[in-house]
């Protein structure tokens, strides 16, 4: 029997599969059972009422999706009330994504939710950061610190942060997580992306610009995990692309410790729990005793980055 | 990468399984491995597709829909699934059918499968369409492919004992969709075309009208026109009926996760937006807004 089990900081899984938050809901509760899954990911709450964005809302481009939703959301005690019960079905760690604006608010929305049975909060701080410019908190690595310094005073759950790929250095980014007090990173989020309709001269989605997911972002999400795991100490959560167990295997050879499956679910409801069975079966024929042994476990002694390709 | 051969169904090589995954079976929705039995173009628009299927998938009901995993072909790799609603169950006979226009890569995909073929669909998905005991009539009133959708609503309504009208639009008399299973549950039926001029939005309303007026008309249910979705709303605010429409929006998950398909409803508390898989697709008439 193959040891499937990882650790994030003080946290347990089963196993190394979980939701990419925006891609699991409660309603895939009719599709099969949560028992199976490492943890859980909420969809981003956020502390006010969002209705979203105008549609269309997707967009399929090669083996991807656009998406400009616009995290519509009914607020942190709706969700007390009405989602967490759903969840509470299921013995599965359950982990709450949350953003918001600024940095105060995002502190108070997290402090919202220090009810039982919150297994961890991923902070999502792709978001636009309004007291800035309008730039994502996790662009910048100052603007990292800040809002993770916030949101290491406001809660002592663990606190998992997610940032995007939408920046210029990485690893910055992902120091200044570590060094303000996160448990986890999550590497990445969609990349910002658009679509035309070269018939009708629009943008293909009513927000214009989206997030890009999906396989066609994979060599791109393993890249920003392979350099994130290089330079920070705790716990790299691989997400980006992600369909099969193989996919997986890259990822925690890149150095994740666990991985999120995102759009694969909507193109295939059943892909997590593919992963899950599909990783102990490959761990089975490779001898591998314990799948937390393939985080970082990719041969690369002795290669260099290419410099003239290599961003920071 | 390949929808159709990453399937989560565990068979043996060369196996022909069909029916959803085995350890599934508690579930109301399954992704089921269906094969194809027929699929073939039934007027210049239109394909017509059978599959047999097995699991949950053949407790469908009309209005409801499925996420369809349409295949790759040399030209097109549609990524994400199509969301088609579906034509007819038929439990005894373990088949599912579907009618669809090929308009994209997607359709272009499905229009290329073979008997024999398999083909995963996702479903059943969504509320179908709710029949009130006490009325006696109905009317419905579809354009194009959206007469696929009121087929079966028409043959449910026959068999609970109601009566149904049904005006069938088209572009062309040759493409007006399913009159023979109108005519097969004894429907009354009011064929309008473009081609000759019927299909225009007063003639509709003089039909419409006429029902109501014989009252012959306790519900209203349309599909596939915004300009008769916007007829019947009206009409049925004037004449105080109710009313039901079953509605499409872009879809990725179909199970209420990713929220694109939302659309607008005007509600008595407000504008609201509702998830077209999951709160739909069937609507009330009365609340549902022009697309």
């Keep these: ?312 | 990468m390949s929808i159709l051969t990453s399937l989560p169904v565990q068979t043996e090589a060369g196996e022909q399984a069909v029916g959803a995954v085995p350890s599934l079976g508690a579930f109301e929705v399954a992704d089921t491995r269906s094969v194809v039995v027929v699929n073939r173009a039934i007027n210049d628009d239109y394909c017509h597709l059978v599959l047999e299927a097995d699991g949950p998938a053949l407790s469908a009901r009309a209005g409801q829909f499925f996420n369809l995993a349409c295949p790759n072909t040399a030209a097109d790799m549609p990524y994400l699934r199509r969301p088609m609603s579906v034509y007819r169950v038929s439990p005894a006979q373990r088949r599912v059918e579907f009618l669809y226009k090929v308009a994209g890569a997607g359709t272009r995909g499905l229009a290329t499968l073979q008997p024999g073929d398999t083909l995963a669909i996702l479903g059943p998905l969504g509320n179908g369409f709710t029949l009130d005991p006490r009325w006696k009539n109905i009317v419905v009133a579809g354009r194009g492919v959206g007469l696929a959708t009121l087929a079966p609503l028409a043959e449910a309504a026959a068999e609970a004992g109601i009566g149904v009208t049904a005006i069938l639009s088209a572009r062309a008399k040759s493409l007006v969709m399913s009159a023979e299973r109108f005519e097969r549950i004894g429907a009354r039926i009011a064929v309008v075309t473009d081609e000759d001029g019927t299909s225009d939005f007063a003639n509709v309303e003089r039909h419409l009208v006429t029902y109501v007026e014989a009252g012959q008309a306790d519900a209203f249910f349309t599909c596939g026109s915004n300009r008769l979705m916007l007829l019947m709303k009206r009409l049925a605010a004037r004449f105080n009926i109710a009313g039901q429409v079953a509605l499409e929006q872009q879809m990725a998950c179909g199970l209420g996760m990713c929220f694109c398909c939302v659309r607008n409803f005007e509600t008595t508390g407000g504008p609201e937006q509702r998830r077209v898989c999951v709160e739909g697709p069937v609507f009330d008439l009365a609340e549902a807004l022009t697309w």
């Design chain 1, 1 to 312: 029997m193959v040891d499937l089990q990882v650790r994030i900081g003080s946290l347990t899984l089963k196993n190394p599969v979980m939701p990419a938050s925006g891609t699991f809901s409660e309603g895939l509760a009719r599709v099969f059972s949560f028992d199976d899954l490492g943890a859980l990911v909420t969809k981003t709450l956020t502390a006010e009422l969002r209705g979203g964005n105008p549609t269309p809302r997707v967009a399929e481009s090669g083996q991807g999706l656009l998406n400009s939703i616009g995290i519509p959301s009914k607020g942190i005690p709706y969700f007390i009330e009405h989602t967490l019960p759903e969840y509470r079905k299921s013995s599965t760690p359950l982990v709450v994504s949350v953003s918001a604006p600024t940095a105060e608010l995002f502190a108070g929305a997290v402090r919202q939710l220090d009810v039982p049975d919150i297994a961890a909060i991923e902070a999502n701080i792709s978001c636009p950061n309004i007291e800035e410019d309008g730039k994502a908190f996790a662009m910048r690595a100052s603007s990292t610190a800040a809002v993770v310094a916030e949101l290491r005073r406001a809660t002592a759950l663990p606190l998992w942060v997610k940032l995007t790929p939408n920046t210029g250095d990485i690893g910055a980014v992902a120091r200044a997580a570590e060094d303000r007090g996160a448990d986890a990173i999550v590497v990445a989020n969609t990349i910002l992306a658009m679509a035309i309709d070269a018939e009708t001269f629009k943008p293909r989605l009513g927000g214009i610009m989206g997030g890009f997911s999906g396989p066609a972002i994979k060599p791109i999400a393993l890249r920003l995990v392979y350099q994130c795991a290089k330079v920070v100490g705790i716990p790299v959560i691989g997400c980006g692309g992600i369909a099969t167990a193989e996919d997986a295997v890259e990822f925690m050879l890149a150095g994740a410790t666990a991985v999120q499956v995102g759009t694969a679910t909507f193109v295939r409801p059943t892909a997590m729990l593919d992963v899950v069975g599909d990783l102990a079966a490959f761990c089975d024929r490779k001898g591998i005793a314990k799948v937390s042994a393939l985080t970082g476990a990719l041969e690369d002694r002795g290669m260099q980055v290419d410099a003239l390709e290599a961003l920071p």
